[in-house]
Each structure stands twice: as C-alpha cells, then as structure tokens.
C-alpha cells in the first residue's frame, strides 16, 4: 500500500512518518514543502508542494505519478495572520480535494483537522462527531473551513478532529514546546550564575507564563499518528469525521507541573494572568473518543506523564525534533 504524507516534515507528520514505516505492506511518499526543512532519512521527497499556493492541475499531474492508495493531509499553520492561516488551513485542503478528485479518485484521504473547530465546550460534556463547531478565532475558522472542504468532496475521506498533541518534538508553538525550552534555558542561566558564584548559590529562575486555569484534552502525538495509520488503512470507507484525544480534560497548569518534576527545575512558574484571549474564551475541552474506538479499534496508549517523558527528553537535543 502506498500512502503519500503530506507535511511530512511537521511535528505530526514527522511522527506520522514514523509510524507507518513500522508497519508491514506499507511503502511511505513523502510530501514537503519547497522551502521546507527535509528529514535526513528523505534527502530527496516524493513531492514538493505548499498546498496554500499550489495549482490543482499542477498537482493531479504529480498525484497520478505517484498513485497513493491513501494520502495523509498533515499540512496546515497554526500562526502566522489571516491571510497564511486561510491559505494553508482552508484552501490547501480544496486544492487537495480537487487534485485527488481528479487524478487519484478512489484513494483515501485522512485529513488532520483541530478541536479549535469547536469553540468552547461545556464542562462536564464531552465533544464529539456531532458537537457544533463554533470557531473562536481565525486559526479555528480556517480549518473549519477545510473540513468542511473534505466532508464535502466526494471522496473517501475522514477528518481527524485532533485535540492538543503533545510529546516528543512538540513545536515552540505550542505551550508544551515553548514551557520545555524555557525551563531548560531558565536551568542554563541558573547554573551558570552557580558557576561564577563564589558562595552557596540557590537557585532563583522564574518562568513567567500565562494563565494556565483552562483544561485541555491532550493526546500523545504518537498515538495521533497510529490513529491517522488506521485510518488510512482500514478496509471499507472511512467514517466522516472522528475525534481525536486523549479523552481527559485537565488543567493545563498540570502540563507546567509535569515538565518541573521531569526537569527537576527548582526555580519557580510564574502565571502572569496574562494569557490569551481565546485560552480565556475557550476555558473547557474535552474529546469523546468512543466513535474512534468503535470504528477503527483506536485507544490511546500514552499517558500523560509518558507524553510529558517524551516531550522533555527530546528537547535535550534539538536535533531529536522533528521540525515544524
């Protein structure tokens, strides 16, 4: 079977990667962007495109070449203005339909899509396939619309609505990612201010984040990536939509909490109250993960305190990360 990973070099299609080249019967095409960094493994990718700019008939010609029985969209931006958001999130996903639809049919596509697309969720409840989705934001209401674009196209396609992926590589776009480099530079400058001490030095490092009060559904980026294989495997056609998540939600204080036992980092985490207005807006997520269990035998098998081993040991060594 051969299944193309578009974004292949990003936090999730990196482990995406990964994942199916584990698995037996399994030949991976890698898709990257032009101006993107490459994984040493794949010198050279099966095809280089930026979804956000591409021309779809540009793109069936190189789809027909490669005749994927399935393609994993892992591409989209998380940051960046209206304007990268839109091109990336909503259109990328059109162009892709419309490319597929044209040159490879009858292949499945598994789209990534975000919990973003809900807006806030109601303490207590749970968000599943048929929760509405009420955006918040730009970054929310872009990959809403490519959802949309894949429910709609008439392939056979399913939309992984993933919650808050985190673990080894996490990208310093995301909390997870950022609170790791900060501690692990906040240790740096501790223990170089013990080194040119002349007495006994106690550790004084502040990091300074956020409000961290809103609870979060996190989900191991490894078991998002065995939950994409299954769903580019899986015999019959694909269910819709499926979330996915660890099922917890959580404060995302414990995520603070976690990283400080794993680093040992003995300074203080300073909430500011700051935080950003959509954290604020969206103070409660939580995913109903029973559809993904009952259609494509999908648990996660991460906790969080593996995902949080994960994530600190692989910022050791930039390097280990996959890039964003």
Same mark, same amino acid.
């Given at each position: ?47 280089? *495109?930026? @979804? %956000?700019? $591409?021309?779809?008939?540009?793109? =069936?010609?190189?789809?027909? +070449? #490669? /005749?994927?029985? !399935? ?11 209206? *304007?990268? @958001? %839109?091109? $990336?999130?909503?259109?990328?996903? =059109?162009?892709?339909?419309? +490319? #597929? /639809?044209?040159? !490879? ?14 807006? %806030? ?11 509405? +989705? ?191």
């Amino acid at each position: 079977m051969r299944i193309l990973v578009l974004g292949a070099t990003g936090f999730l299609g990196g482990h995406t990667v990964r994942h199916l080249r584990a698995l037996s019967g399994v030949r991976v095409l890698v898709g990257a962007r032009p101006a993107g960094p490459v994984p040493h493994s794949d010198p050279t990718p099966d095809l280089t *495109v930026d @979804l %956000a700019t $591409a021309d779809p008939a540009e793109l =069936a010609d190189a789809l027909r +070449a #490669l /005749a994927p029985d !399935a393609v994993i969209n892992c591409a989209g931006a998380v940051g960046g203005g209206a *304007v990268a @958001l %839109a091109g $990336a999130n909503a259109r990328g996903p =059109a162009v892709l339909c419309e +490319a #597929l /639809a044209a040159a !490879a049919p009858g292949a499945r596509l598994v789209h990534l899509g975000s919990a973003a697309e809900y807006g %806030a969720g109601e303490p207590g409840r749970p968000l599943g396939e048929n929760a509405p +989705a009420r955006p918040l934001g730009v970054y929310g209401a872009t990959k809403l619309a490519g959802t949309l674009a894949v429910l709609d196209s008439g392939l056979d396609a399913v939309v992984l609505r993933v919650f808050n992926p985190l673990g080894p590589g996490s990208p310093a776009a995301s909390l997870p990612g950022r609170l790791a480099a900060e501690l692990r530079l906040a240790m740096r400058h501790d223990a170089d201010d013990a080194d040119d001490a002349d007495d006994a030095h106690e550790p004084d490092a502040t990091v300074r984040v956020g409000d961290l009060s809103a609870h979060r559904d996190f989900v191991d980026v490894r078991d998002v990536a065995r939950a994409a294989g299954l769903a580019a495997t899986t015999p019959g056609r694909a269910p819709r939509l499926l979330a996915i998540g660890g099922g917890t939600a959580r404060p995302v204080r414990e995520v603070a909490e976690g990283l400080v036992r794993e680093s040992g980092f003995r300074g203080r985490i300073e909430e500011s109250g700051g935080g950003s207005a959509r954290s604020a807006a969206v103070s409660w997520q939580q995913a109903d993960i029973g559809a993904a269990g009952r259609l494509l035998g999908w648990q996660p098998r991460y906790s969080f305190a593996e995902s949080l081993t994960g994530l600190w040991a692989a910022s050791k060594d930039p390097a280990e990360a996959p890039a964003r």
